[in-house]
């Protein structure tokens, strides 16, 4: 009987180890750096930016200015990203058209997928629209 109690004790603590919610890793707690993105041919990473996951806030870097949001997790992979706001600095050209799409494809971010080394954001129809790589 204290096997088989150890072993559900077991289950119960893995399990809380996920968001099984959402049927994959939770984000809280995690940090990202932007390696690919669907918009353009540009390569995103000279720009630095960066998905950094709280209890409910996604924040980082977008290319010039610092940003941040809330978020929400529901079942299945489904990813709910509310209103962001940010800095208003100005920077060079390309950086600020970097920031641009980087925003541009947030606003269309409806699911997501998260190993231990990547986290991929798409839209509803599970296009890939921003994919990240863990930051330490």
Do not use: H, K
Not at 40 to 68: H, K
Not at 114 to 120: F, H, M, V, Y
């Amino acid at each position: 009987m204290r096997l088989l109690s150890a072993f559900v004790v077991l289950v119960i603590m893995s399990l809380t180890g996920c968001n099984s919610m959402t049927g994959g890793p939770a984000l809280d707690g995690t940090s990202w750096q932007l390696t690919g993105w669907a918009d353009t041919g540009v390569d995103p990473l000279p720009f630095g930016i960066t998905a950094t996951f709280t209890a409910e806030q996604m924040a980082g870097q977008s290319g010039v200015n610092r940003y941040s949001g809330s978020y929400r997790l529901s079942p299945g992979d489904r990813l709910t990203l509310g209103p962001v706001a940010g800095t208003r600095m100005a920077g060079p050209p390309e950086a600020m058209e970097a920031e641009q799409a980087f925003f541009r494809l947030l606003e269309q971010v409806q699911t997501y997928r998260r190993t231990a080394d990547e986290l991929t954001l798409a839209d509803a129809g599970r296009r890939p629209l921003l994919t990240f790589r863990a930051m330490p």
